[in-house]
């Protein structure tokens, strides 16, 4: 941990004298809030927390951590699943928070270039008054940033139908870790003019740039939309159904999956309709386009889909108010799991047809180490969240079992073509398991294009890759 000089007063003077007083935070509650992000049981402090509002005060910031050798954590919202906001080797926090404008819409191009720290939920609505949809859906729509969605390729229920966070970007400004400022992409829909640097940075978690603002696709907003609710009374039956909805071509735009154990915990938050509570599993489906008639038809063809596995009650809400209800008991979930118990979130992904093997290894590498498992997610992209709960363990075996059965389980994930993180990242929390599913030669790319970018190695240090 001693790789990077302390923040001398020097270097904060020089950040005042760039951000003003109300720029730079160094007191203790700030740094304790800026040193967690919603990671289960990690915490690392900045030595202070920079909050400009212009990409030239981020370009003047990082210029000035070049010469001095300090670090630098990009920072969103501080949603992240990954530690990936965190600053494990102290230095600054560097919060996009005040850059938030929306600096223009163009109807005619359907597009939107939005700074880095705009919230998404707020850049959802405000596309949304003008009849137009900005698909990806992160849950945790209402708190974080577009720049955090970029960094971490965010998905969500509606990435089923409409793709990941990179299908929706077509060009950024970023800072490069030596305080360059950088143009990627443009407003047009084809560009394959050199190496396509908008796509490296869409994903790569605040390790090689600083995103300042996005160009941003829309599309129009689809006029109608039904929700499915399909309890089932087994497990293998919910699962085996994803993979044959696609097929018969319903084509959801969502489609989650909730186990037994789920349903039962989130109870404790929101009302579960009578038909679902005794569900094995519950498929949450939403349907979307223009034509209602043609949803419904699809809805039908959705539940002959499932009575080729078993008769199933499907509940289907066409009212805005009701599908609200339904969606409550999925989005409810990781809140009902964190009150519970302390826990450890696994983002498995894996072919859509391993699915209903996933749930059950995930329980055997549980139940084998005194710990329970609780799986639910966007079984439309292969990709549950697989929460190990803690219960009464103490702290030592906590770790050890935890640990142990994540570790198997994700050997299991890679061997039958999964990965061991479908949206959260690798950033921190998951980085010893990055080469079970990049062999070494890739690894050495991705490093060499980390020192390309960052030959100092002070942006974001300490993520993706054990060593760095
Ligand atoms: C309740 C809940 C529900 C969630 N649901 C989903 C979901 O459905 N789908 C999903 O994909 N994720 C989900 N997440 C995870 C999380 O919200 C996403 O990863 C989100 O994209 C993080 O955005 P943020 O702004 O909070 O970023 P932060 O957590 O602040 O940072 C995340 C990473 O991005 C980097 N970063 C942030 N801003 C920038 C920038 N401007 N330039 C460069 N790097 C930057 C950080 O360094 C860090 O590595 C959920 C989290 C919670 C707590």
Known sequence: MTRFPPLSSETLAGLRHLLGETGVLTDSVSLGAYGVDETEEVDFRPAAVALPETTEQVA??????????????????????????????????????????????????????????LITGDLKRAVEE??????????????????????EDAAGPRSCKYGTTRNWVLGLEAVLPDGTVIRTGGATRKNV?????????????????????????LINLPRFRLTLAAPFSTLQGAAQAVSRLFVAGVDPASCELMEARALDLVSSLTAIPEQLVDAAALLL??????????????????????????????????????????????????????????????????????LANLVEKARQVASDRQLEAVCYGHAGDGN????????????ATWKENRDAAEAELFDWVAGVGGSVTGEHGIGWSQRRYLPLVAQPAAMKVMRGLKAAFDPRGILNPGKIFTDR
Not at 74 to 90: H, K, N
Not at 199 to 211: F, I, W, Y
Not at 300 to 310: G, H, I, K
Not at 384 to 395: A, K, S, T, Y
């Open 60 to 117: 003047a910031v990082l210029q000035l951590a070049a010469q001095t050798g300090i670090p630098v954590t990009p920072r969103g919202g501080g949603t992240g699943l990954s530690g990936g906001a965190l600053p494990v080797f102290g230095g600054l926090s560097l919060s996009l928070e005040r850059l938030n404008r929306i600096r223009f819409l163009d109807q005619t191009n359907l597009m939107i270039e939005v700074e880095a720290g």
């Open 193 to 217: 003019a050199g190496y396509n640097l908008t796509q490296l940075l869409v994903g790569s978690e605040g390790t090689l740039a600083v995103v300042t603002a996005a160009l941003l696709k």
């Open 130 to 151: 003008k009849g137009l949809f900005y698909p990806p859906d992160p849950a945790s729509h209402d708190s974080c940033q577009i720049g955090g969605n970029i960094a």
């Open 384 to 395: 549950l969240h697989v929460n190990l709960l803690r219960g009464d363990l103490d702290e």
């Open 285 to 354: 489906l939403e349907l979307d386009g223009d034509d209602d008639q043609a949803l419904l038809e699809r809805a039908a063809r959705a539940s002959e889909v499932f009575d080729t596995l078993e008769e199933v009650e499907v509940i289907v809400a066409q009212e805005a108010g009701d599908q609200r209800r339904l969606w409550e008991i999925r989005e409810k979930i990781a809140i009902a799991v964190r009150e519970y118990s302390v826990y450890k979130e696994a983002d498995t992904v894996v072919p859509r047809s391993e």
